[in-house]
C-alpha cells in the first residue's frame, strides 16, 4: 500500500484507473491495496475517493478487507474525525470495520 501511495503522488493520473481496475477484479490483495494506498496521505487523502472505494466493497466477507477499511478509516479519523464518524454512522460497515474505525476516536472521548 506505501510504496502504491508514493507511486500515485507521483502519477496521479493513474489513480482513478487503476483502483477502480483493481476494486473489480477478483483479488482481494489488489482490492485491499486499493483501499490502503492513501494511508499516509493525511490531509492530502481524497476522502470523497475513499469512501466510495469502501462503499464498494462494504459488504465484503473478507476480513483482510473488513480490517483494511477499518484501518483506512482509522488513519483518516486522525486527519478528519467528523467525516469518519459521519461516514461510519450513514454506512454498513461490519462490526469490526466500524471497531477499527473508531479505535481513536473513541479515545480521544473526553472521560
Known amino acids: 500500500g506505501h510504496s502504491v501511495g508514493e507511486l500515485f503522488t507521483r502519477f496521479p493520473e493513474l489513480?482513478?484507473?487503476?483502483?477502480?481496475?483493481?476494486?473489480a477484479s477478483d483479488s482481494m490483495w489488489l482490492q485491499r491495496t486499493a483501499l490502503l494506498f492513501q494511508l499516509?496521505?493525511?490531509?492530502?487523502?481524497?476522502?470523497a475517493l475513499l469512501f466510495d472505494l469502501i462503499r464498494q466493497c462494504a459488504?465484503?466477507?473478507?476480513?483482510f478487507i473488513r480490517k483494511?477499511?477499518?484501518?483506512a478509516l482509522r488513519e483518516y479519523s486522525k486527519t478528519d474525525e467528523a467525516a469518519v464518524r459521519r461516514f461510519v454512522a450513514?454506512?454498513?460497515?461490519?462490526?469490526l470495520s466500524i471497531r477499527e474505525a473508531l479505535k481513536?476516536?473513541?479515545?480521544?472521548?473526553?472521560q
Open 15 to 23: 489513480i482513478p484507473v487503476r483502483t477502480q481496475r483493481w476494486m
Open 68 to 71: 483494511a477499511i477499518g484501518w
Open 40 to 47: 499516509r496521505y493525511k490531509k492530502r487523502t481524497d476522502a
Open 90 to 95: 450513514e454506512t454498513a460497515l461490519s462490526p
Open 59 to 63: 459488504a465484503s466477507k473478507e476480513f
Open 104 to 110: 481513536y476516536v473513541d479515545r480521544r472521548k473526553p
